[in-house]
C-alpha cells in the first residue's frame, strides 16, 4: 500500500496537523487504523514536546552549530599550496 505523510481527515483540530505533514508520526493513516484514536490527537504534551524540539531549530542556532565549526577548520593545519613529493634520483 502507499504510504502517504499527510494526514487524514480525522486529524482536524489537532494541533500537530500541518495540512500537508503531521508534526510527530511520519504516516498519520496508519495511527488510526491500527488505535481507535491517534496517540497524537489533540495531545498537548507532544505538541509542547514538538514546540520545544522545534525552538533549537531556529535561525541563531544553525549559525553558532556553522560558527563551531568553522572555528574548528580555522584551527586545523594546512599547507597553503605546498606540496610534497618525494623526488627520485635517476640512475
Not at 498537548?44 to 525552538?55: G, I, K, N, Q, T
Request: charged share 35%.
Amino acid at each position: 500500500m502507499h504510504r502517504n505523510g499527510k494526514p487524514v481527515r480525522k486529524c482536524h483540530g489537532c494541533g500537530l496537523n500541518f495540512r500537508d505533514h503531521c508534526g510527530v508520526y511520519d504516516d498519520p493513516r496508519a495511527q488510526w487504523q491500527h488505535h481507535r484514536v491517534c496517540p497524537g490527537y489533540k495531545n498537548e504534551a507532544m505538541l509542547a514536546e514538538y514546540e520545544a524540539h522545534r525552538a533549537g531549530e531556529g535561525r541563531e542556532a544553525r549559525k553558532t552549530k556553522r560558527r563551531n565549526v568553522a572555528v574548528k577548520r580555522s584551527a586545523e593545519p594546512h599547507h597553503d599550496g605546498d606540496r610534497h613529493v618525494v623526488m627520485r634520483t635517476v640512475r
